[in-house]
């Protein structure tokens, strides 16, 4: 099972390893301690080389040798966790070893593994969510099911570019008081060209949703707007593009900001480029 999960290419990579960990821990108090996380890496060594199907397996013991040397090495790294009577791991520091996060030529291998197999981490909706209501598994009570990712929900989704689009449409909309837009109208709106496919199966669509809706009496927001185009959008969704759109806004001024700094260093090269003055008009 553990390697199964690693190997998914349907998880988020967040999701992945609070599940990995959360397997383990049995007295459900978000650490690790050295014998359950010995258990973690025999588990998935053992379940890789099945998956792979290699002959040979590294013994038990040599695996448990270096799942000690790991433990070891993260608690090294790990301020107030080292000297604790009795050895653990809190679930964020061995997340932030399993990412990188920490430089440590060891967790390599696994960085690689995690990446080659997981999905982005801007496809992760749950990082949107308050920690405490973020997905971990429990050993003693029911838990809700990890958010769907973008892969789960397939051509249903939205990504980062049609919310970018769907937010000029909508404005535009809202400006002119109408709903109504051929495919031209919105791709003059968006100041690009917008996918057939995308105006035809979503764009389209929502639109006229949105005017049926307006007629009904409906609150319009852009919200309203998003969950027209994403039938299957969850709260955390929504408010996952409307974090996009934000990131999306600080992106546009980062770039408006480095457009003037280099018309500055222009000028000043222009400046200092040019010749000194003869001494008569000095």
């Not at 990082?127 to 003693?140: G, I, N, Q, S």
């Amino acid at each position: 099972l553990t390697a199964c999960i690693l190997m998914s290419t349907a998880i988020s990579k967040q999701n992945k390893i609070r599940f990995l960990l959360g397997i383990f821990d049995e007295n459900d108090n978000l650490h690790l301690e050295e014998d359950e996380f010995i258990s973690h890496i025999q588990a998935l060594f053992t379940g890789l080389a099945a998956l792979f199907g290699l002959k040979g397996v590294t013994p038990m013991k040599r695996i448990e040798t270096f799942a000690k040397y790991v433990f070891a090495r993260i608690a090294a790294a790990s301020e107030g966790e080292a000297g604790l009577k009795t050895p653990s791991l809190s679930f964020p520091k061995i997340e932030e070893w399993l990412r990188g996060n920490i430089p440590d030529a060891v967790n390599l291998p696994f960085v690689l593994l995690l990446q080659r197999f997981s999905l982005g981490d801007e496809e992760d909706p749950d990082r949107f969510e308050d920690e405490d209501r973020k997905f971990r598994l429990c050993h003693t009570a029911a838990v809700n099911p990890p958010m769907e990712t973008s892969n789960a929900l397939g051509a249903n989704f939205l990504n980062r570019h049609e919310v970018v689009l769907a937010e000029a449409i909508y404005n535009q909309c809202i400006s002119s008081a109408s709903w109504h837009m051929s495919h031209a109208q919105a791709e003059l709106a968006a100041d690009e060209p917008i996918d057939a496919e995308f105006w035809i199966g979503k764009l389209h669509r929502a639109l006229d949703d949105m005017e049926n809706a307006r007629g009904l009496g409906v609150k319009i927001t852009l919200t309203t707007f998003f969950k027209k185009l994403c039938p299957r959008a969850s709260h955390l969704h929504l408010r996952m593009f409307h974090n996009w759109l934000k990131e999306n806004e600080s992106l546009q001024e980062i770039k408006k900001e480095a457009v003037l700094r280099q018309e500055r260093v222009r000028n000043f090269q222009d400046y200092v480029s040019k010749d000194i003055l003869p001494a008569k008009v000095r």
